[in-house]
């Protein structure tokens, strides 16, 4: 999309950087091989390297930007996907790049600047070792660190984007943190930090739009027997409910699970996270449900964590995309939380924080065990509606585009069911400035 690469292309010869190889963020690599990419990854820990390395997730691992570089372009000359881990700091990678005009087409960063004075962001300089001794020692010196390689961060990233670099803030509240170490010019209105950054949310350019607002979000599920049997079962099952010809995002949805044995993505349990909008969840679950009761599989628990639709009100990320003025209420999180109560999900979740930070968001959750009865069934009907369309509607009201019209084909689908959806009358703007005009 950024790129001008065409829906049916991949990202073969093109390059994407960031930060962070741990829990989250180590996922970075592994994705960035099954898109095609070129991926150096930056991380200052060597045992989170190792991790990733071990798992398969990481390819490569040097501790010479310059090699890692030289590794990257080749992959890109030969239309390869590679994935680097750059044993060292982000600062000192982005400068290296800005120093020696190297071309980075996608960058982003995924320290966890959540938490940047309690550890999750070492500051350039120091060896994540010497972090560690500073966290622990002297705490005024390491703010002072990050401080001063937040400020060098952002001023390489804006060289990098000078220069044709597309940067996203990944939702780890990167900009957030430069703009709190001093940096005021980060900040959209120049005054404060309520109309958001200068760069883009990965919310505001790409999940609002291309997904949010359709009601597209993550569908998880865990298959409770343990056996590996069963989610193979429930991928071809939840397959079978996509049709690939709707949108691009379906078509993206069903190539990921189809490929989701080959690319070894379960480190754990026996689990599968997809995205799909409203109607795409509810026919999986009434689907998966209908296999539990019929004794194809064992029990299922669905789940779907903060990352949505609907659950969530948090202006540095999942409502950055709401720009009525409304971004600074929780009023939908609560909302979307009670309703699913009501109507007997098996466990609902609203807290403070998530990944963004204590006091900058409020995130909900649910989960819901399919043990193949109907009344799961008739609870998925009432609830998992609910629980995406309460988010579509407020985006709609907010006169987002795609929203919009996911609200008016939801409405001609849903009238005899009296699932009706308010929409909001757009203004004629003519018609009131001729009105103002005439008084
Ligand atoms: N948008 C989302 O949906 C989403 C999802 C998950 C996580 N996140 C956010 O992403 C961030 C990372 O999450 P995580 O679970 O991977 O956290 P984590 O703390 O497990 O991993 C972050 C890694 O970054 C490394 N690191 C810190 N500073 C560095 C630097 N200057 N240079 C190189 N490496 C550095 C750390 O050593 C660590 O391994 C968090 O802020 C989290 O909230 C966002």
């Known amino acids: ?38 991926a150096i990854i ?53 400068e290296y790049a800005v120093k020696h005009n190297k071309k980075i087409e996608l960058l982003s960063d995924q320290t966890s600047c959540h938490a940047v004075y309690e550890g999750g962001y070492c500051p350039v300089g120091v060896s994540f070792e010497e972090r560690t001794r500073l966290l622990h020692d002297d705490q005024e010196k390491f703010n002072e660190l990050v401080n001063k390689s937040l400020h060098r961060h952002y001023d390489a990233i804006k060289a990098l984007v000078a220069d044709g670099t597309y940067f996203f803030d990944y939702g780890n509240a990167f900009m957030k943190s430069v ?8 900040s959209k209105n120049g005054i404060d930090d309520k109309d958001g950054f200068i760069w883009p949310s990965y919310v505001e350019d790409i999940m609002g739009p291309m997904l949010f607002d359709f009601g597209y979000g993550p569908f998880r599920w865990v298959c409770l027997s343990g056996k590996h049997e069963d989610l193979v079962k429930t991928d071809r099952a939840a397959m079978d409910c996509i049709d690939v010809n709707r949108r691009g995002q379906d078509r993206d949805n069903y190539n990921w699970i189809r490929d989701a044995e080959k690319n070894a993505l379960v480190v754990g349990t026996q689990a599968r996270i997809l995205y799909q909008d409203a109607m795409g969840r509810l ?50 999180a609560i909302q979307c939380f009670a309703g699913n109560c ?24 649910f989960g819901m065990v399919l043990d193949g009865s109907d009344r799961a069934d008739e609870i998925l009907k009432k609830a998992m509606l609910w629980d995406v369309m309460g988010g579509v509607a407020r985006r709609s009201w907010a006169r987002n585009e795609n929203a919009m ?13 009296g699932l009706m959806i308010t929409e909001p009358f757009i203004a004629n703007d003519d018609y009131i400035k001729n009105l103002i005009n005439k008084g």
Request: hydrophobic share 35%; net charge negative; glycine share 12%.
């Open 405 to 417: 019209s996911t609200v008016c084909e939801w409405n001609d689908s849903h009238a005899d069911e």
């Open 179 to 186: 703009y709190d170490s001093g940096v005021q010019e980060i």
């Open 283 to 332: 026919n999986i679950a009434l689907k998966f449900n209908d296999m539990v009761r019929k004794g194809e599989v064992g029990p299922i628990m669905l789940g779907r964590d903060h990352h949505d639709v609907s659950g969530t009100d948090s202006p540095f990320r999942e409502t950055s995309n709401i720009k009525d003025g409304s971004n600074v209420m929780a009023d939908m």
């Open 1 to 38: 999309m950024k790129l001008g690469i065409p829906a049916e292309g991949d990202l073969r010869g093109h390059l994407f950087v960031s930060s962070g190889l741990g829990g989250m963020s180590g996922a970075q690599p592994k994705a960035a091989e099954i898109a095609g990419a070129a």
């Open 342 to 365: 009501a109507r007997g999900m098996s466990l609902v979740a609203l807290h403070n924080g998530g990944g963004v930070g204590i006091g900058k968001s409020i995130n909900g959750g």
């Open 42 to 94: 930056a991380e200052v820990d060597a045992s989170r390297i190792e991790t990733r390395r071990s798992q398969g997730w990481v390819q490569e691992v040097t501790d010479d930007i310059e090699e890692a570089f030289r590794l990257a372009e080749k992959a890109m000359d030969e239309k390869k996907p590679i994935s680097i881990a750059y044993h060292g700091n982000i600062v000192d990678l982005l």
